[in-house]
């Protein structure tokens, strides 16, 4: 999902800035990069998404966080968007669904 996400997010003519494989790497990878937005999954190893926005929403508040969901977790999508989400987006996705949530975190409502 990861590479999908990514792959795409380059097409649209995003740059990638980092990619991590599990929360805790994510939290780092933010503190060092400070990205314009984020896409993460609920579900990662060693630290949850979840743990990781509540740990990177009050060092950085304005953070832009789209969650990554599977169908059926809407009790972890509320949670998110309670800690510091911006938005989410449920697996499976239209690319289209991705890409409006991303012009529109970053402003440039295409």
Not at 5 to 27: C, F, H, P, Q, R
Not at 57 to 66: D, G, L, S, T
């Amino acid at each position: 999902m990861r590479v999908a996400i990514s792959n795409m997010l380059t097409d649209w003519g995003y740059e990638v800035v980092g990619k991590a494989a599990n929360g805790k790497e994510a939290v780092a990878m933010y503190r060092e990069l400070q990205p314009d937005l984020v896409t993460m999954d609920v579900t990662m190893p060693v630290m949850t998404g979840i743990a990781a926005v509540k740990e990177i929403i009050p060092e950085f508040p304005n953070a832009k966080i789209i969650m990554i969901t599977a169908l059926g977790q809407q009790k972890l999508i509320v949670e998110a968007i309670e800690s510091g989400a911006k938005d989410f987006i449920t697996k499976p996705f239209e690319p289209e669904r991705l890409k409006a949530v991303v012009d529109h975190l970053l402003g440039q409502n295409c």
